[in-house]
Nanobody, 127 residues
Framework: QVQLVASGGGSVENGGSLRLSCARSKYTGVTYTCMAWFRQVPGKERDWVASIDIDGTTRYADAVKGRFTISYGNAMPPLHLQMNSLKPEDSAMYYC????????????????????WGQGTQVTVSS
């Protein structure tokens, strides 16, 4: 059962910006304690991008540190990912995921076991 919907993807030029969002597919009254963004290109493994705990603690993959910012609104969800200084190697399908079993987000690769996933939104960065 899909609980999350990712949006905001698109095509931009090298150096451009995009803002991804992740919202509920329907209201459940649940506030997640851990939410994260992942990305995947065809034929490769799904990579962790960033994660955020309910207390606001954020963590980033080295490849995006300093360029991407993960945040949430008044609760989790909605979840956002501000992506600046985009590079062609950032091109991928981006997925959001969430869970409420953990007081804080587990480290990657345990993050791949988060319970709820969105359907993905495509980001394409041209050189």
């Amino acid at each position: 059962q899909v609980q999350l919907v990712a949006s905001g993807g698109g095509s931009v030029e090298n150096g451009g910006s995009l803002r991804l969002s992740c919202a509920r597919s329907k209201y459940t009254g649940v506030t997640y304690t851990c939410m994260a963004w992942f990305r995947q290109v065809p034929g490769k493994e799904r990579d962790w991008v960033a994660s955020i705990d309910i207390d606001g603690t954020t963590r980033y993959a080295d490849a995006v540190k300093g360029r991407f910012t993960i945040s949430y609104g008044n609760a989790m969800p909605p979840l956002h990912l501000q992506m600046n200084s985009l590079k062609p190697e950032d091109s991928a399908m981006y997925y959001c995921a969430a869970d409420l079993r953990f007081p804080t987000c587990p480290p990657y690769p345990a993050l791949l076991d988060l319970a709820y996933w969105g359907q993905g939104t495509q980001v394409t960065v041209s050189s």
